[in-house]
């Protein structure tokens, strides 16, 4: 997980609060990810984006937003947390060139919405 | 048709055995196959990766065999360590989309007996 820091590790917050999770990268890299982690449901993409200030919606996007202000940083954000949105949130960043050889991927966030 | 199918949901095998994970996926502009190997509390590393020009890709005792008939590929470890003991996750993408995304199956928990 070295270059990619996730933060918080864990988190227990309120329905209907909103919650934001942080992603840092040391990598350089251009592309990053936010992905969430479900039993029976692997690994599904929520948001990435491919450039500072330049970010799309993944799959699973509703009710999730993402700002990308500088190429280490990219933060998601639960606009108003629901119980459906207990997860385990994986950030992951990959570099032009580089991304068809693999993400780092970081040590993720525990979200507990209760 | 962006579904990449995973299989078995859990698998048991002795130490010394040969765990065979399969994936299956209907998108034939997916080119480019990646396994990750995670382990508990971290996040997914990458493990091996193919190409569809290859049938057979080797990496000390994991390998991926490929059959780009069948839109079918497998990871194999062969003599199988209790260390393996992680959840794998195949996936795909199109490397030509630009945005490197990542489609993962739901993912396959070994346990490997000593």
């Known amino acids: 997980d070295a270059g990619i820091t996730q933060s918080p590790r864990h988190k227990v917050t309120e329905t209907g609060t909103p919650v934001t999770l942080r992603c840092h990268q040391t990598?350089?890299?251009?592309?990053m990810y936010w992905y969430r982690q479900d039993p029976g449901h692997g690994l599904r993409l929520i948001h990435y984006s491919y450039g500072v200030k330049d970010t799309d919606k993944g799959e699973v996007s509703d009710g999730y937003s993402v700002s990308r202000s500088k190429t280490e940083d990219f933060l998601l954000t639960l606009e108003s947390a629901t119980s459906s949105q207990t997860s385990v949130y994986f950030c992951?960043?990959?570099?032009?060139?580089?991304?068809?050889?693999?993400?780092?991927f970081g040590s993720g966030t525990r979200l507990t919405v209760v | 048709q962006q579904q990449v199918k995973q299989s078995p949901q859990s698998l048991i095998v002795q130490k010394g055995g040969i765990s065979i994970i399969n994936c299956a996926y209907e998108?034939?502009?997916?080119?480019?196959f990646p396994w990750y190997q995670q382990f508990p509390g971290k996040g997914p590393a990458l493990l091996i990766a193919?190409?569809?020009?290859?049938s057979e890709k080797k990496e000390g005792r994991f390998t991926i065999s490929f059959n780009k008939s069948a839109k079918q590929f497998s990871l194999h470890i062969m003599d199988s360590q209790p260390g393996d003991s992680a959840t794998y996750f195949c996936?795909?993408?199109?490397?030509?989309?630009?945005?490197?995304?990542?489609?993962f199956g739901t993912g396959t928990r070994l346990k490997v007996l000593a």
């Open positions: 990598e350089n890299h251009r592309y």
């Open positions: 998108n034939t502009a997916f080119d480019y």
């Open positions: 193919i190409r569809p020009d290859v």
């Open positions: 996936a795909a993408s199109i490397s030509g989309s630009g945005t490197y995304k990542y489609i």
């Open positions: 992951a960043s990959a570099n032009q060139g580089m991304a068809n050889y693999g993400y780092t």
